[in-house]
């Protein structure tokens, strides 16, 4: 099916401009985040500000890709048992890590350095990340904050990162996907477009 029988011209351009805009070298880790709101909260920010892939660390996986129900069309999903195995495949391929934690030698997302990809690492509600996600980073990264409060949401918090470290990137034009990696990507939502379609027509012969 050609890409003018898939989808609208409109819905076509709202596409392309996206995968144009995607970035490869940033993603956002959510490190037993359980909350169901936050992490979907996560997620949609991640889709918004163009990152390409989310990664979740849970023993529960139903329970977590349930959270992300509706965001996993846009973004790809990794979801891992442990920190360990999350971080290793992180490194694997060249991303920097940085826990969000409060630390007194912490980088700000105008710091950072953003020369090589840049994995955030988000903790829990309650505790935020934990002592092996701390151990085994490259780092840490902090919002600066000027108020009486000095915490934030999870899902706000990432938002607020990953705001900043996007447009970064851009400005620097650092992370980006490369040509072939557009196309493919836009392929596989038109191909996920049109079985779609295809499922509806189906079910509606079905009801006749």
């Known amino acids: 099916m ?3 029988q898939t989808v609208t011209n409109r819905r076509l351009e ?4 996206a995968v144009n805009h995607r970035l490869l070298g940033l993603t956002i880790v959510a490190e037993g985040t359980h909350l169901r709101h936050n992490l979907s909260a996560m997620i949609r920010s991640a889709e918004s500000f163009g990152v390409t892939n989310v990664h979740l660390i849970s023993s529960e996986k139903r329970k977590m890709s349930g959270a992300a129900k509706g965001a996993e069309r846009w973004v790809e ?3 891992f048992d442990t920190t360990e195995q999350c971080f290793e495949s992180l490194k694997d391929q060249g991303f920097q890590i940085f826990v969000a934690d409060l630390q ?8 950072i350095p953003i020369d090589r990809p840049v994995a955030i690492v988000m903790g829990t509600e309650l505790v935020g990340v934990s002592d092996t996600a701390k151990s085994l980073a490259d780092g840490s990264v902090m919002i600066p904050m000027y108020g009486l409060t000095q915490s ?3 899902s706000v918090a990432s938002a607020c990162l990953l705001q900043r470290l ?11 996907l490369s040509d072939s990696d557009k196309e493919d990507l836009l392929q596989s939502w038109l191909d996920r ?16």
Do not use: C, F, W
């Open 152 to 154: 934030l949401n999870v």
């Open 2 to 4: 050609t890409k003018d």
């Open 77 to 79: 999903m990794s979801i």
């Open 166 to 176: 996007s447009t970064r990137m851009r400005e620097q034009g650092v992370g980006d």
């Open 193 to 208: 477009e049109a079985n779609e379609k295809e499922n509806r027509n189906n079910r509606r012969k079905l009801g006749q």
């Open 14 to 17: 709202r596409m392309t401009h």
């Open 104 to 111: 007194d030698d912490s980088y700000t997302p105008e710091t």
